[in-house]
């Protein structure tokens, strides 16, 4: 089982950017389908981005082009690297991870998540 700690997020204006990171703990994600997810109030969780261990990506359309997930195994650590933000990307985001994922921006797909972090984009 993993166990997941996100950080990185913040305030931020419209068109900036921030990275998110996800430290894991107890495997190793190189195991691990990965991914993001993010729930804004009052709506569903929704996938944002997932890369599987083989290090595709898939990526929901509305971040295409603007977010850039990634990890990296020696550090044992993902990433999302949001750029263009926009007012609609304001939610808290997760990273889950699983050995087995069909659908990579399921939320049903995933076992392990982490507390999640907070990202505000402000006009």
């Known amino acids: 089982q993993l166990q997941l700690v996100e950080s990185g997020g913040g305030s931020e204006q419209v068109g900036g950017s921030l990275r998110l990171s996800c430290a894991a703990s107890?495997?190793?994600?190189?195991?691990?389908?990965m991914a993001w997810f993010r729930q804004a109030l009052g709506n569903q969780r929704e996938g944002v981005a997932a890369i599987d261990v083989y290090g595709s990506t898939n990526y929901a359309d509305s971040v295409k082009g603007r977010f850039t997930i990634s990890k990296d195994v020696a550090k044992n650590t993902l990433y999302l690297q949001m750029n263009s933000l926009k007012p609609e990307d304001t939610a808290m985001y997760y990273c889950a991870g699983d050995q087995v994922v069909v659908a990579p921006l399921k939320p049903y797909e995933y076992n392990s998540w982490g507390r999640g972090t907070s990202v505000t984009v402000s006009s």
């Open positions: 107890g495997n190793t994600i190189s195991r691990y389908d």
